[in-house]
């Protein structure tokens, strides 16, 4: 059973809806990462928390709002998507700084009408 | 040329077979390397680090080559579970947040 765990498992939405994944962690790890995963396709970095802190943003459209209240909770708010940002959304963690050695959560499957 | 390159396959093999497989990555800076085995439809895990003196777990073996810039997976006695992805994972800055995963590997052991 995974470590990291992320609801809701499946998510539909129109593209003026508004909702938010959640990620959680208990294992202690101060970076986490949301990676877009879309099928037959390596996983795409899109964020990094690292001690809470947004690291990295690797030029990901607005429409998606990373949030870290904390360092067990990740959220992705997502706003106005559009049919293409469906995919798989997967929550890491890492015990910094051994970024390597990631924990993924199940995903987030995403399919935007 | 990609930061993380491996050849897609599918690699079929019977079950008992060794298979091989090789990733190559561009920035020789490249500090860390990883292998990451993912199942249908679920997510990534990690199946091997790759230390410079090569590593063994079991039926598996990760090896790097610095000079050619490349990592290898062998995986021995292949069995029906083995079927899978496996992802090459590079940190190409060292001790960054930032990693490069390569397209995977498919493999599908059979009967």
């Known amino acids: 059973d995974t470590e990291v765990t992320q609801t809701p498992k499946h998510l539909v939405m129109g593209m003026t809806n508004k909702k938010s994944l959640k990620c959680e962690q208990h294992?202690?790890?101060?970076?986490m990462y949301w990676y877009k995963q879309k099928a037959k396709k390596p996983p795409e970095l899109m964020f990094v928390?690292?001690?809470?802190?947004?690291?990295i943003n690797e030029s990901v459209p607005s429409r998606f709002s990373p949030e870290c209240p904390n360092s067990s909770l990740l959220n992705l708010h997502l706003h106005a998507l559009q049919p293409e940002d469906s995919a798989l959304y997967l929550c890491?963690?890492?015990?910094?700084?051994?970024?390597?050695?990631?924990?993924f959560g199940e995903g987030s499957r995403l399919t935007v009408l | 040329r990609k930061e993380v390159e491996q050849d897609p396959g599918p690699f079929n093999v019977p079950e008992g077979a060794t298979v091989a497989f090789n990733c190559t990555y561009s920035?020789?800076?490249?500090?860390?390397f990883f292998w990451y085995r993912q199942d249908c439809r679920k997510e990534p895990k990690l199946l091997m680090s790759?230390?410079?003196s090569g590593n063994e777990d079991g039926r598996f073996t990760a090896q790097l080559n610095r000079a050619s810039q490349y990592i290898s997976l062998l995986i021995r006695d292949s069995k029906l579970s083995d079927s899978a992805t496996y992802l090459c994972?590079?940190?190409?800055?060292?001790?960054?947040?930032?990693?490069?995963f390569g397209t995977g590997t498919q493999l599908k052991v059979e009967l």
């Open positions: 890491a963690s890492s015990q910094d700084p051994l970024p390597g050695e990631l924990f």
């Open positions: 294992m202690g790890h101060r970076a």
């Open positions: 928390y690292s001690y809470e802190k947004l690291s």
């Open positions: 920035n020789s800076a490249s500090q860390s």
């Open positions: 790759v230390y410079s």
């Open positions: 994972v590079v940190n190409p800055t060292g001790g960054g947040n930032k990693l490069t």
